[in-house]
């Protein structure tokens, strides 16, 4: 009869011998035991599991079946944010990424780069404690995703277990790419269609459907991969690069993907690219591109990270996927500011999996540069294999029967004429009552782009505009579930849904509140620098622009777009209801105040020889200073470089205090 004792030595027994079998053959195609043999180790695992369940662990192989169906998934946020990549798509492009890297060090000095393949998968984020892993998530937007952990268990390629757990840091936060290999993609597709459900357009959208099955039963049965390309913290590993740092999750037991090249110059890196496009329909998966990252770590913590992605990497995308359909007509539709674009109706064409109808013509000068008519052969591509894009006319096969695109001289959704500044490309309709663009504005306040309200998408806030139950913003916060449920394709659940999550919408950050507000040429970044700047919405309203021109980052279209905003008296009586109805606008958080330059406030001027003046700027606000673009009794300190112009001479008529580069550099290393 077997103990408990005697079941615990087994279990773990099998637990390794599993784990071992399931690395041989799904991260390193080295299978060294029959499929047959396997499956009466993992049989034995399962009887003793269910025996004695108090012995099953959390990394037992028996994870990989799936557990119990999930009511939802709940938020994981991330530790360290997971940021998107800056693309490029000419030759171009990656000289001047090199450019910029050498500009921002003020360096010269040769670079050496990893460069991978961009796998056309999902980014998912999988942490480890102590060699176990606890937790994987979706990126979601960067600062929260969703806890997959049950899911993501079911891929083979994740370790449960690091390989010598023993070398590896209390926490791990290994981030990598999802995929679903082509020969499983067409499997799943033909299962599909035989139970009579709708087949999946590509591979990531199969991938992606999968990884958010609330049953982890069915992600199991779904075959995907795992492919590690790095870790959160570089600095957990004690890595100087990223080559290390790949071949350490390597002998952790990660799958790290075999067309990886370590590239001493940016020659290589293109000789590199050019050889993943030529062996790119040899593979057995997707690849959509190129990840070019600076090697060496110490440069990429220097280059540190802009508002959405990292200065030292990008991701050089493979020239869009084309086919050759009809452009039956053109549409204007009318945006959020008043933007009239026009919109080309295609003959549909699957492109790379996707069929396609609709591809935005950007703006007039587009059609007559490209030299479009309705009723043209076009060749139609998607940019960075997504965007819909009209890339050409057929002229040769033209018969003489298309017609001319001519562009409306007033608006058509309001009638007023159209108006084009000389500075703009758009024609837009100044009209601030116009229908089309008030919906889309209060579709895009509650967007995910916004302030992510559930069950308000674009459609659903149509159908409110159009019911009358909605015309401006504040009107959002007056629903009740009364009106809402009696509602075409509402229901008494969906309606609690919505008026909860608005209620819940009441508290966002101040970047977020004027992200959802949709102020021209106030964008993320711009959003963030003034939420770091005045914290506060009040304070925010009263800026003047010559204050906010004062702002490092702020330039004259911002200052001017954002002033106007608040001085517009339709949109403080807005702000001021939306106040009346419960907005609390969250405080920009103090911490900064603990840094060694909190209060100071700096000016840049001259040449700087021992760092670049970005790098200069960026190492100031790391440490809680602030950097300013003009001279003002807000300046506390100006660094003068050589050839310091007029803003040293005002600085010193002024009494504020002049720093030297060595004694600006003498203060950072203090900080």
Request: glycine share 6%; net charge negative; charged share 25%.
């Amino acid at each position: 009869m077997t103990t408990k004792e005697d079941a615990r030595a087994r279990l773990t027994e099998l637990q390794d011998l599993l784990n071992h079998h399931n690395h041989q053959y799904h991260v390193l195609d080295d299978p060294q035991i029959a499929d047959q043999e396997y499956d009466q180790l993992f049989k034995e695992l399962l009887d003793l599991e269910e025996a004695y369940p108090a012995l099953a662990m959390p990394d037992s192989p028996s994870q990989r079946i799936g557990g119990t169906p999930l009511p939802q998934f709940n938020p994981a946020p991330h530790r360290l944010p997971m940021l998107s990549l800056e693309n490029g798509f000419q030759d171009s492009d990656l000289d001047k990424f090199q450019e910029r890297l050498q500009r921002f060090l003020n360096s010269l000095a040769p670079i050496t780069y990893m460069a991978e393949p961009k796998l056309d998968g999902l980014a998912v984020e999988i942490i480890y404690q102590q060699g176990v892993m606890v937790l994987g998530a979706t990126r979601g937007d960067g600062k929260t995703g969703e806890d997959i952990t049950a899911n993501l268990r079911t891929i083979p390629s994740i370790p449960l277990r690091l390989k010598d757990h023993d070398q590896a840091p209390d926490l791990l936060e290994v981030r990598g790419e999802v995929f679903m290999p082509f020969a499983d993609f067409k499997k799943l597709n033909s299962q599909q269609l035989a139970a009579g459900d709708a087949a999946f357009a590509n591979p990531r959208n199969a991938a992606a459907g999968a990884l958010r099955q609330l049953d982890s039963k069915i992600t199991a049965k779904r075959s995907m991969e795992f492919c590690c390309y790095g870790v959160a913290d570089p600095a957990a590993l004690s890595c100087s690069s990223q080559a290390e740092v790949l071949n350490r999750l390597q002998k952790f037991g990660f799958k790290v993907n075999s067309h990886i090249e370590c590239c001493q110059d940016m020659a290589q890196v293109k000789k590199h690219y050019n050889h993943l496009l030529e062996i790119r329909s040899t593979l057995s998966y997707d690849i959509d591109g190129m990840v070019v990252k600076v090697n060496e770590l110490e440069l990429q913590r220097r280059l540190g990270a802009k508002a959405r992605s990292p200065r030292w990497a990008i991701a050089q995308k493979f020239p869009a996927i084309q086919s050759i359909t009809r452009l039956e007509d053109v549409e204007f539709q009318v945006g959020r500011t008043g933007a009239v674009t026009p919109v080309a109706i295609l003959q549909p064409v699957n492109i790379g999996g996707a069929v396609v109808q609709r591809a935005s013509l950007h703006n007039e000068d587009e059609i007559i540069r490209k030299d479009l008519r309705i009723g043209d052969q076009v060749l139609v591509g998607r940019a960075g294999d997504v965007i819909p894009e009209v890339v050409k006319a057929i002229v040769a096969d033209r018969t003489g029967q298309e017609r001319a695109i001519h562009f409306p001289e007033s608006c058509p959704e309001c009638g007023q004429t159209l108006h084009r500044p000389e500075e703009e490309k758009v024609r837009r309709c100044i009209n601030s009552n116009c229908p089309a663009q008030l919906v889309r504005s209060l579709g895009h306040f509650t967007s995910k782009a916004g302030l992510d309200i559930e069950g308000l998408g674009k459609k659903a806030m149509e159908q409110l505009h159009n019911q009358g139950l909605i015309a401006a913003i504040p009107d959002i916060y007056r629903l009740t579930e009364e009106q809402l449920a009696p509602l075409e394709g509402w229901a008494e659940k969906s309606a609690t849904n919505a008026v909860k999550s608005i209620k819940q919408s009441l508290n966002p950050t101040l970047p977020r509140l004027l992200a959802a507000l949709g102020i021209r040429y106030i964008g993320e970044t711009i959003s963030q620098l003034l939420a770091d700047h005045y914290g506060d919405l009040a304070s925010l309203r009263q800026a003047t622009k010559e204050e906010l021109l004062e702002i490092e980052g702020i330039g004259p279209q911002a200052a001017t777009s954002l002033s106007e905003y608040f001085a517009e008296q339709e949109n403080s009586a807005m702000l001021d209801q939306l106040l009346s109805l419960g907005l609390k606008v969250k405080q920009a958080p103090k911490e900064q105040t603990q840094l060694p330059l909190a209060g100071l406030n700096f000016l840049f001027t001259g040449s700087l020889t021992l760092l670049s003046r970005n790098e200069a700027k960026v190492r100031v606000k790391e440490l809680g200073g602030r950097v300013a673009s003009s001279i003002s009794k807000k300046v506390t300190h100006v660094v003068a470089g050589e050839k310091a112009g007029s803003k040293l001479t005002k600085a010193q008529d002024m009494g504020i205090e002049i720093l030297e580069e060595e004694k600006f550099q003498q203060l950072l290393n203090q900080g």
